[in-house]
Each structure stands twice: as C-alpha cells, then as structure tokens.
C-alpha cells in the first residue's frame, strides 16, 4: 500500500487538505495528516480538523509523498519551520513525490526544490518562485517527483494527479467515475 503525508499547519486551506486526505483514502493510498503544531488544527476559515499525529512523530518515516495544502497563513507557517524543510528534502532525496498547492510551493522554494523544475502556483505569486526553471499556467503541473498545483478550484484535479501517480491511472480514473468527476 502506498503511503502520503499532509501536513496541517494553523491557517491550512481546509478545501485542499479535506479534498487530498479523502480523495487519496478513496484510492485505498495510507494517507497521515501530521499537525505541525497545536491538534485540532485550525484553518484558514476557522474549520478545525483533527489531524492523525504531530509532526514530530512521523519524522522518521519515509512516505512515498509529502504534500503541503496551501492557505497563506498555513503556507508563513510551514516556512517558519526548519523541520518541514528538512522532511521534504530527505523525502525529494529519496525519490518520494513532494507536493503542494496554492501557496504552498512557495515551501519548495524555500527548501531549494523548484531549482530549475517547472512548478505553478496561486496567482500573483509566481514571480517569488525565483528558481523555478518555468513557471507554468497550468492547474497542476508534474516535474519528476515535484507536483504543483494552483490553488482551491484545483484541488480534485490536484487530489487526483496525486493518485493516479502513486496508484495508477486506473485507480484514478475509478475514484474520479465515483465522485462524478468530469474534469478527467
């Protein structure tokens, strides 16, 4: 079974992060949601969400992806912490997938992982994505194990890239048929 982290920082972007853990356990993929600090964790618009575990319990493991939902208040909070930089760049050195939407790729950034990859982003925020090697207009763009997306309305699309490159495109295409999907 493949395994996903998603980390829940205060100020999360509740649409992505809800969408991503359902949309993954519909596809049978193991998905931990990890507070990075205070459990429940408090959105963006003020909905609470009871993560699995802290962050600091998980460090350890090794997942197959790591993904960061966005929300600019979630996003300041993932930059401030040097634990989540180091997570993504063992996992992105290991060959895991390392995600994130909205303003989350910002948290790529800063952890040197958009070097010359092409990446997207929430718009007006794409001139910070300063060594990106192309920044892209599209909803989700995948480059190697880097995968990006825009923001809130690409959230399924988004949710269901992610699965279709740990499961298969056959496990995609059966979870977007049961959520009447059309997007695919």
């Not at 493949?2 to 920082?9: C, D, E, N, P, Y």
């Not at 618009?45 to 993560?51: G, K």
């Not at 350890?60 to 634990?83: C, H, K, Q, W, Y």
Request: aromatic share 2%; glycine share 10%; hydrophobic share 50%.
């Amino acid at each position: 079974m493949k395994t996903a982290l998603i980390l829940l920082a205060e100020g999360f972007e509740e649409t992505e992060a809800v969408t991503i853990i359902d949309v993954l356990r519909r596809a049978n993929i193991d998905i931990t949601a990890a507070a990075l600090a205070d459990n429940p964790v408090k959105g963006a618009h003020a909905i609470s969400v009871v993560a699995d575990t802290q962050l600091a319990h998980v460090t350890e493991r090794l997942f197959d992806a790591v993904i960061l939902p966005g929300g600019m208040g979630g996003t300041n909070n993932l930059l401030a912490s040097a634990e989540v930089a180091a997570l993504l760049r063992n996992h992105a050195e290991q060959g895991s997938i390392v995600s994130a939407i909205c303003a989350a790729p910002l948290v790529l950034e800063k952890a040197g992982l958009l070097s010359g990859k092409e990446a997207t982003i929430y718009p007006g925020l794409a001139e910070k994505l300063t060594s990106a090697g192309r920044r892209s207009e599209a909803t989700v763009v995948q480059d190697g194990t880097i995968i990006t997306s825009k923001g809130p309305g690409t959230a399924m699309e988004f949710a269901l890239h992610l699965v279709e490159s740990l499961a298969g495109k056959m496990a995609a295409d059966q979870v977007a048929d049961g959520l009447l999907y059309q997007g695919r």
